[in-house]
């Protein structure tokens, strides 16, 4: 499967402990993305990057989210002293960004974070 | 007022019916629109694009009114397999909540 890929896809954790998610992009896209879903709502844009360069972070990420792409392929994203309000879906998309700027994403399926 | 908004939904409509979402957009320097589709527990995935001048593909319209602000979408003779939560972006980062369609036989 050559898509986008999370890692893990559950994950079960009590009220603050951290935890640390994992995204493998479509290996020649250049841009990551991160997004929490939650019941009802649309995806949340959390932060991006082009390469290995996080270019935006939404004001709404506390300072306890943690984004990383070392290398311009793989990413974590990781939420430390997590909140129950943190429980949510954790999406991550990849896309090529050229110069037309419509730029398909293509999402990962998940990864879905319950905070007991 | 949110950067984007779409119809509250739900919408229930026949099999064969014509059905439209709208979607508004806040920052007059949007540059990019899409409609994604999502079924229940799955991730989001493309479904078409939005260009200025509108475009078709199959059943599906998308149209965009910048003077509005807005950009929408029409399913025409709507399937069983059309029900899902249709999600409009903006500018690439900015989704709506999503308007659930159940298309009933």
């Known amino acids: 499967d050559t898509g986008v890929s999370q890692d893990p896809r559950h994950k079960i954790t009590k009220r603050g402990q951290n935890v640390t998610f994992r995204c493998d992009p479509i290996s020649e896209h250049n841009r990551l993305y991160w997004y929490r879903q939650t019941l009802g709502q649309g995806p949340e844009f959390l932060t991006y990057f082009q390469n290995e360069a996080q270019l935006e972070k939404s004001r709404l990420l506390s300072d306890r989210f943690s984004a990383e792409r070392p290398k311009g392929s793989f990413s974590t994203l990781e939420i430390q002293r997590t909140e129950q309000g943190d429980s949510a879906m954790y999406l991550c998309?990849?896309?090529?960004?050229?110069?037309?700027?419509?730029?398909?994403?293509?999402f990962g399926p998940g990864t879905r974070l319950t905070v007991l | 007022r949110k950067e984007v908004e779409q119809d509250p939904g739900p919408f229930n409509v026949p099999e064969g019916a014509t059905v439209a979402f709208n979607c508004t957009y806040s920052n007059s320097a949007s540059q990019s629109f899409f409609w994604y589709r999502q079924d229940c527990r799955k991730e989001p995935k493309l479904l078409m694009s939005?260009?200025?001048s509108g475009n078709e593909d199959g059943r599906f319209t998308a149209q965009l009114n910048r003077a509005s602000q807005y950009i929408s979408l029409l399913i025409r003779d709507s399937k069983l397999s059309d029900s899902a939560t249709y999600l409009c972006v903006v500018n690439g980062k900015r989704f709506g909540a999503g308007t659930r369609l159940t298309v009933k036989p």
């Open positions: 939005v260009y200025s």
């Open positions: 998309a990849s896309s090529l960004a050229t110069g037309t700027g419509l730029v398909e994403q293509f």
